[in-house]
């Protein structure tokens, strides 16, 4: 069943934490609904799914989270309506306490047997099931600059110099919120002024530091694409919530290669390399052995 198809869009999270016993997980008690279930509401007006996720997990935990792995996206039907509930992995920050409110009354931190048990729609346990097994991981975001000003309307003589259009820094304030998602720390960039303005709201945001990489502008590539996808490659290897922000034209050279690491064809439509101004990939890496394994890949536009 396609989620093109529903007429009702939610999303939420199953958040978890490391104990000395192993992992477990946040169930909430809506006492409206008189069920134990996940954080997760509907989406309000045109907001991105990601951003309702986030939302959802504050309004119901009062906690800000950060999210992990997306999960398979439950479909049902709801007063016969389809309603898709998209799912992310998340981990809650553990210096804030766990607020009650009108929608939620009660917590519970469970281990997965205990969430069989508790929960009260059976697919909320097998969404726990999958969490639980999913290995630790950290983002890697390749993403193309936001809507640049148009080359014919540009006046000067340096192409790295064109700014970003009207559209691209609303699109740069909108991305805050999306890289905030993933507590990206690690942010770097062609040195081009189009990029650098698409990361520089985030960075203001977050006081990170963008470091320039001469091999992902249009010129690097041009002279020697395979520069790019070798720092792709240490970049990959690197722990750390990361972004890196490049150009159309670089993008086929790095997804060839996100797609030759992976091992897999199983992605091959995320890696696709035509991605819109402002669009991204999510590649959620575990290390073995300071080897990257790719446990999922997720695609998003604005």
Not at 97 to 103: G, P, R
Not at 145 to 163: L, Y
Not at 177 to 188: K, T, V
Not at 214 to 242: I, M
Request: glycine share 6%; with cysteine.
């Amino acid at each position: 069943m396609s989620d093109d198809s529903v007429s009702i869009r939610a999303a939420g999270v199953v958040p978890m934490r490391e104990t000395s016993h192993g992992r477990e997980v946040l169930a909430v008690h809506r006492p409206h609904r008189k069920d134990w279930s996940l954080p997760k509401g509907k989406v309000e007006g045109d907001e991105h799914i990601i951003v309702t996720a986030m939302r959802e997990c504050r309004e119901e935990t009062g906690v800000s989270a950060v999210l992990g792995v997306p999960l398979p996206t439950q479909i049902y039907p709801v007063d016969q309506r389809l309603k898709s509930v998209h799912y992310w992995t998340a981990t809650l920050d553990p210096s804030t306490n766990l607020v009650t409110n009108d929608e939620v009354d009660e917590f519970r931190w469970v281990t997965g047997a205990q969430s069989r048990e508790l929960l009260t729609y059976p697919h909320d346990a097998d969404l726990v099931d999958l969490a639980l097994a999913t290995p630790q991981t950290s983002p890697l975001i390749i993403l193309r600059h936001t809507q640049a000003t148009k080359r014919s309307d540009f006046k000067g003589e340096i192409d790295s110099e064109r700014p970003l259009s009207v559209r691209g820094y609303h699109q740069a304030d909108d991305l805050v919120a999306l890289l905030s998602a993933f507590d990206i720390m690690r942010l770097h960039s062609s040195p081009a002024r189009r990029c650098l303005e698409t990361l520089q709201p985030y960075a203001e945001a977050a006081g990170a530091e963008i470091h320039l990489e001469e091999s992902l502008s249009e010129e690097g590539n041009a002279e020697n694409p395979f520069a790019g996808v070798l720092r792709l490659g240490e970049l990959l290897h690197t722990v750390g919530a990361t972004v890196i922000c490049t150009h159309r034209p670089v993008m086929p050279a790095l997804m060839n290669g996100l797609g030759g690491v992976s091992g897999t064809s199983d992605w091959a439509d995320l890696f696709d390399p035509r991605l819109a101004p402002g669009s991204f990939v999510v590649i959620h890496r575990s290390m073995t052995d300071h080897t990257p394994l790719i446990q999922a890949v997720e695609r998003h536009s604005l």
